[in-house]
């Protein structure tokens, strides 16, 4: 993990995730130029879940990526550890079961999902193959695991254009739809420090995954990465 990362405790992380849960989806569509909403269609199209299946969205925070996901008639199970975030969740996606809690100490039993998924959230967490090895624990043999999370462009040129915007554009426009700006120097060095796509298909690998592969979108800005549990699994500790 990076130095950025290292430094936080969870229950940091979780405090400034409350900081900025009203006014986090505005901020996000403005930060993305509106390519957030194409990340979330390429995104429910990866997991492409069934009206049969239980899907888990973890670090759901104000619950977006798990209402489009709900939209498949799959029974999605929302869950953060920002009380803040799940409260905002709760209101305005009342159809979604919320379960606050963290994504390193899962409260389920194994095997029960046919899919698990991560938005923007796995770069937050501060022991990320603790987080692995627990999606990979309550996915059904043969479940499907999608992560999608900012990255690296591997063009030279559209990598200096987007970090010289994370550094300088964005703290500008968190200043004016953000309650709290903090947070966004912190989003600018998180996905600085954060391993590539190479690196994280290691990780991902590293949790017992197979079929591990990613697509870059938006040129690397984000990448969308798969792993399947293997259907006759092997158990991990
Ligand atoms: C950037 S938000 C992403 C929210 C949502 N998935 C989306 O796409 O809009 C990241 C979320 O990760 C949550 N988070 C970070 N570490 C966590 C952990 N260890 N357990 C559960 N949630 C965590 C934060 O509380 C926050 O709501």
């Known amino acids: ?22 006014g986090y ?10 390519n957030a909403v194409l990340w979330r269609v390429a995104t429910v199209k990866a997991v492409d879940p069934k ?21 498949s008639g799959a029974a999605v199970t929302a869950l953060d550890f920002s009380a803040g975030m799940v409260a ?13 809690a963290d994504a390193t100490e899962l409260p389920f039993e194994d095997e029960i999902f046919d899919a698990v998924t991560i938005s923007f959230g796995l770069r937050n967490i501060v ?46 426009v968190a200043k004016v739809t953000s309650t709290n700006t903090g947070a966004y120097d912190y989003l600018g060095e998180s996905i600085k420090a954060w391993p590539d796509q190479l690196e994280l298909s290691v990780l991902i690998r590293s949790a017992g995954f197979t079929r591990v592969a990613y697509r870059n979108l938006t040129a690397g800005v984000v990448a969308l990465h798969r792993g399947r549990k293997p259907a006759a699994s092997l158990r991990r500790s």
């Open 25 to 34: 989806d505005r901020t996000n569509n403005a930060l993305s130029g509106g």
């Open 127 to 172: 022991d990320v193959p603790k987080a692995l090895s627990e999606m990979y624990r309550v996915l059904k043999p043969g479940g499907r695991l999608v992560i999608c999370e900012f990255s690296t462009p591997p063009a030279p040129i559209v990598r200096a254009g987007y970090w010289a915007y994370l550094d300088v554009v964005m703290p500008l």
């Open 51 to 71: 009206p049969s299946e239980r899907v888990l969205d973890i670090a759901a925070g104000t619950g977006t990526s798990s209402a489009a996901l709900a939209k």
């Open 1 to 22: 993990m990076s130095q950025a990362d290292m430094s936080k405790r969870p229950e940091e992380v979780a405090g400034m995730f409350d900081g900025v849960a009203k």
């Open 88 to 100: 905002v969740g709760r209101e305005r996606h009342p159809e979604i079961e919320f379960v606050e």
